[in-house]
Every structure is written in C-alpha cells, then in structure tokens.
C-alpha cells in the first residue's frame, strides 16, 4: 500500500485540518502509513509581514500523542515541509538538527522573497521566464542547502501561473531542470510525486510525468508519494494514478523515511 508522506495540520498557517480526522481520512483512505510535513516557512515578505514559524514543541507534542494512540495499529511519522530561502542557510539547519524528524522536505515556495502563489508576482513578466527564474532560484538553494531529504513538487510554481501548464512541459526548461537532478542525484537526494497537480486541474503531478522519468534515467532512485493535502478529503488525492506513473517513469519502488533514513517498498 502507497503511503501519503506531505501532509497539513492545523499547525500550517494554511490549514485548518484537524489533526485526528486527518490521520482518520488516512486509514479510510487505505493508505499504508503516513508522514505529517507542517510548513516551517520563515518568510517576510511585503504581502506577508509577519513571520510564520512552527510551533515545533507543540507539534512533536501532538504529534507523538497520536503516534502513542495508533502504535502498532497504523505508522504515522513525523516530519516538516522547510521554506528554503538562500538567506535562512545558517538557520534552517540548526533547526532540523534539533529536532528528531523522520522526514525533511525542501520546498522552494518563494522567488526572490515573492511568492507566486500571488497573482501580483507574474505582473510584467512573461510566463516561461518567471518559470525559468523559479528553476533557477532551486539551484540557489541547492547551493547552500544539504539539510533536507527530498525536493518537493519541483514544478509548484505551475499550479499559479496566468495559463497554469498550458505552454509549460519539461523541454522548455530541459537545461535547468536537468541540473536539479544532477545535483540531487549526486547528494543522494530524492524527489516526490506530488498529486496535489492532479487537485490544481493540471492533469499531471508535480513535478510532470516526463520529470519523474528524467530523473529516473539520471539514476535517482528516491521518490517519496505525497498528495499534499490541507483538509482531510484530499488525502491520498488521486492515488490511483501514482503506482502507473512511477513504473512507467521507470520506477520499481517508492521510498518513506524514517529517523531521516530511506525505506524502500515495492510498488
């Protein structure tokens, strides 16, 4: 069984979800275990001018009670989703090596302090070069960023554009994309099938099915499954279609983690 390893409480700053009745769509779901990734996303910015931290205490707190409930019952692990932001290169680090997650995922959820999420961001900017500059600000944070496990939905920025994946596929951005992957590959990183494109109306995942496969034929071998859900019914979002899409990309396992360790279970 598929595990849902990117998922929102109420302790994201973007949800509401109450923590048992996601645990509890989960095992309705049929899912195998699950991860719990809660936005750590220290950003300032003019649009949000306020920090927005986790509450990590209060959170392992919660999250351990659950864990405790559910032993030997139905895994759930815990784990953080981390804003990276070249400016947070000394900070983040020191925070995840505090802190006994199983799961770290680096997302990239901000340009240059902008978040495309606003529709304010791609003002006065043609859409595949506000695309290319999100690929490139990835290879920023890679440049000093080694404190996480996977990169999350690589292609996120797709799901706000003004024509969302209309024009966009892999080719377009070949070169840079490429070069993630390499980098990835080459720290032992791995990537998500993220099903929350599926949710967008996008008719693909995140990062696209062409990604995944690239990935796989550079060597990368971690693929974490996520379907990034902030309210209980989009958990396990449209998993039916994830165990085709990996073996077509050339996959024969998915990967959790565990203590920041990879387990890998056959799909």
């Given amino acids: 069984m598929l595990w849902d390893t990117h998922m929102h409480t109420h302790f994201s700053v973007d949800s509401e979800a109450d923590t048992a009745e996601m645990i509890a769509a989960s095992i309705n779901a049929g899912v195998g275990g699950i991860c719990f990734t809660d936005h750590l996303d220290l950003e300032k910015t003019q649009t949000t ?3 927005f931290p986790l509450d990590i205490p209060a959170y392992f707190k919660e999250m351990k009670r659950f864990q405790t409930q559910s032993q030997d019952k139905f895994p759930i692990y815990i784990g953080v989703e981390i804003g990276l932001q070249t400016y947070l290169k000394d900070l983040l680090p020191q925070i995840i090596q505090e802190y006994p997650f199983d799961f ?3 997302s990239s959820h901000w340009i240059n302090g902008e978040d495309p999420y606003y529709p ?24 000093v960023f080694d404190c996480f496990d996977v990169y999350g939905h690589l292609d996120y920025i797709v799901r706000y554009g003004p024509n969302t994946n209309k024009y966009y596929t892999y080719d377009k951005f070949a070169d840079v994309i490429d070069e993630i992957l390499r980098i990835l590959i080459q720290r032992g990183k791995g990537i ?15 990062p696209t099915e062409a990604i995944l496969k690239r990935y796989r034929e550079m060597g990368g071998e971690i693929v ?3 379907a990034d859900a902030h309210k209980p019914e989009h958990v396990a979002y449209d998993f039916r279609k994830v165990t085709n899409i990996l073996k077509d990309a050339g996959f024969h396992y998915f990967t ?8 890998f279970y056959p799909l």
């Fill in 256 to 263: 959790v983690f565990c203590k920041r360790k990879p387990v």
């Fill in 224 to 226: 974490t499954i996520g």
């Fill in 120 to 143: 304010e961001y791609f003002v006065g900017k043609i859409e595949d070069e506000a695309y290319r500059e999100y690929f490139e600000s990835i290879l920023e944070n890679l440049a």
């Fill in 104 to 106: 770290v995922i680096g």
């Fill in 192 to 206: 998500e099938i993220n099903t929350g494109g599926f949710k967008y109306g996008l008719g693909h995942p995140n």
């Fill in 49 to 51: 001018p306020d920090l």
